[in-house]
Every structure is written in structure tokens, then in C-alpha cells.
């Protein structure tokens, strides 16, 4: 049996940067970007593109640091997508902080709010508007 290649992890200087301008362009002021770090990774069996990672208040509290995200892309996916679609998917990723900036995550559905292309596309038009 022949054993996939091990995965393998990245910084991703280019994601951290287009992140940083689309916290700006899309105001979100709430999201405090230098605690956002990103990374690309190669070798993942995953069918996502890009995915978020939180760190919960428990190991916020163990570590004694403060509320932080990594946003991961997905080589194998992310890379070979159209810049417009890059943007739309690290969108997505965004729009799973919550406001209170906490370390949580929100939930693709919830009692008020979804997660879903209709509410990406939204935001990437208003994106597009703001980047002129």
C-alpha cells in the first residue's frame, strides 16, 4: 500500500497581505488583522479549499494569549483558482469570525445569519466597490 505524502504547512506572506486589504476594503474593523496568521499547506486529502482555525478561550487562558485565527489555504485547491475566486474564498473564511472577535467561530447557518455563496457574493461586490 503506498502511503500519501505527509502534510506540510507554510506562511502564506501573500494570503496575510491580500487579508490585511480585505479587512480594510470591507470593514471590518472588528477582525484585528495582526492576530489573523495564514498559511499554506500541501498534501492535504481535505476537499476544501481554505479552511479557518480558532483558538478557543480555554487554551486562550492555558497559554495566556490573546484571541487568535489561522486562515489555512489549501495549495492543491486554492492555487490554481482565478483571483476573483480567491478573493470570494478567503471572504468566506473571514466572514466565519465573530464580531466579538472572541477566538470562536460562527457557524456556516445560524438563527440570523448564513454563511452560503449568496452572502460571499454580496460581499465581494461591495468589495469590488470599496476597492476603487
Known amino acids: 500500500m503506498r502511503k500519501h505524502p ?3 504547512w507554510e506562511k502564506a506572506p501573500d ?4 487579508i490585511k486589504h ?3 476594503k470591507l470593514d471590518f474593523s ?3 488583522s495582526d492576530q489573523i496568521y495564514c498559511f499554506r499547506s500541501n498534501y492535504s486529502s481535505s476537499r476544501a479549499r481554505a479552511r479557518i482555525w480558532s483558538m478557543p478561550r480555554i487554551w486562550q487562558l ?3 494569549i490573546k484571541p487568535c485565527y489561522i486562515i489555512e489555504v489549501l495549495s492543491e485547491k486554492f492555487d490554481n483558482l482565478k483571483a476573483d475566486d480567491k478573493t470570494r ?3 468566506h473564511e473571514l466572514m466565519h469570525i465573530p464580531k466579538s472577535f ?3 467561530l460562527v457557524p456556516h447557518r445560524g438563527r440570523f445569519h448564513r454563511i452560503d455563496s449568496r452572502a460571499v457574493e454580496l460581499l465581494f461586490r461591495q468589495y469590488l466597490k470599496n476597492d476603487k
Do not use: C, D, Y
Not at 494570503?15 to 491580500?18: D, L, N
Open 6 to 8: 505527509e502534510i506540510t
Open 15 to 18: 494570503i496575510q497581505s491580500e
Open 22 to 24: 480585505l479587512i480594510k
Open 30 to 32: 472588528f477582525i484585528e
Open 62 to 64: 492555558a497559554l495566556n
Open 89 to 91: 474564498v478567503l471572504i
Open 102 to 104: 472572541s477566538g470562536s
